[in-house]
Structure formats: C-alpha cells, structure tokens
C-alpha cells in the first residue's frame, strides 16, 4: 500500500498589522494631462538628439582620416578636404549645442510633480 504522508498544520502569532495605505488624489483634465504628457515625451525625445550629429561627426572624421582626396568634378582634392573638414566642424558645433540643450533628464518625479504643480496653480 502506499504510504501516506501526514502533514501538520502550523499556525503563526501575528503581533500586528501595519497598514500604509495613504494616498494621494491628483484632479487634472484630459486635455491638461495629454499636453503635460506629450511635452514630457518631448524631452525624452530629445534625449536622442546628440546621435545624429555624434554619427556624422564619427563619419567625417573617419573619411578625413583615411581617404585620399583627389580631384574630381572640377573641383581640386584641397577643396574637397576644406569641405570635409567644415562639415567636420559643422557636426562638432552642432553635437556641442545638443549636448548643451541636454540638460537634465526627464524622470517620473518631475512629470508628477509637473502634473501636481499645474493643479495647484489652479486651485
């Protein structure tokens, strides 16, 4: 025959029960909150904007690196470098601006508390 197994029930002492239950209401309108959230996604959007001039710049450099510039279309091989290189100072410039733009990162707590702010001008 097969063996049964016997279980005990154990029973625990609760000493007390802590409850953290408070919460916090925040009223806003649909058409508050949409415009809050869509200039939030803005800013984390722009978040990503250094990639392109950081690409091109990568890519510039590189091509002024290894290529040899000669004379094609009309136009001499110094002439082509001076054009590479204004593009390569061009993206520096402008992957300078976007990193400057940058500034802080958007997080959860800033767009509440953008969303709390906006409520209590209201009120």
């Given at each position: 025959m097969a063996d049964i197994e016997r279980t005990t029930i154990e029973t625990v002492e609760v000493a007390g029960v802590h409850s953290n239950t408070a919460q916090e209401l925040i009223r806003i309108t649909e058409d508050k909150l949409r415009l809050k959230l869509l200039l939030h996604l803005s800013k984390i959007e722009r978040t990503k904007e250094w990639q392109v001039p950081?690409?091109?710049l990568i890519g510039v450099v590189?091509?002024?690196?290894?290529?040899?510039?000669?004379?094609?279309?009309g136009i001499s091989k110094y002439a082509w470098q001076a054009l590479f290189l204004m593009i390569a100072v061009l993206s520096l410039i402008w992957l300078i601006c976007t990193l400057v733009r940058l500034?802080?990162?958007?997080?959860?707590?800033?767009?509440?508390?953008?969303?709390k702010s906006s409520h209590d001008a209201e009120s």
């Open positions: 950081a690409s091109l590189l091509t002024l690196t290894t290529a040899d510039a000669k004379d094609a279309f500034g802080k990162k958007p997080t959860l707590e800033k767009l509440i508390l953008s969303i």
